[in-house]
C-alpha cells in the first residue's frame, strides 16, 4: 500500500519561500525515483522536479534556478524548496513516485502578488 503525504504549502507573498515535504511508505523509498509535479486552474499539469535514486535532479524550466528537489532517505522524505515564489507558481503540488501512478493527496500553494 503505498501513500505519500504532502504537507508545507500555504499563502505566501511573492518573492517569498516555502519547503514543501513528501512523507512516503509503502515502497523501498531509497530505489525509487521521485518527483513533484502542479495543477494550477486552466493550465496542464507540469512535472517540475525530479530527482533519481542516485540523486540526480532534472526541473522544469520555469522553476530553474528557484526550485530544489532533494531526498531524505533515512526519513522516507523527499522536499522542494521554493525560493522567489511568483503568482504563477499558485497551484496544488502533489508528489509522485516516478514512473508509477502513485501521487499524494496534493498541497495548495498560494502565491499573492
Known amino acids: 500500500q503505498v501513500h505519500l503525504v504532502e504537507s508545507g504549502g500555504g499563502l505566501v507573498q511573492a518573492g517569498g519561500s516555502l519547503r514543501l515535504s513528501c512523507v512516503a511508505s509503502g515502497i523501498t523509498f531509497r530505489f525509487n525515483g521521485m518527483g513533484w509535479y502542479r495543477q494550477a486552474p486552466e493550465k496542464q499539469r507540469e512535472l517540475v522536479a525530479t530527482i533519481t535514486s542516485g540523486g540526480l535532479t532534472k526541473y522544469a524550466d520555469s522553476v530553474k534556478g528557484r526550485f530544489t528537489i532533494s531526498r531524505n532517505n533515512a526519513k522516507n522524505t523527499v522536499y522542494l524548496q521554493m525560493n522567489n515564489l511568483e503568482p504563477e507558481d499558485t497551484a496544488v503540488y502533489y508528489c509522485?513516485?516516478?514512473?508509477?501512478?502513485?501521487w499524494g493527496q496534493g498541497t495548495q500553494v498560494t502565491v499573492s502578488s
Open positions: 509522485t513516485v516516478v514512473d508509477t501512478d502513485y
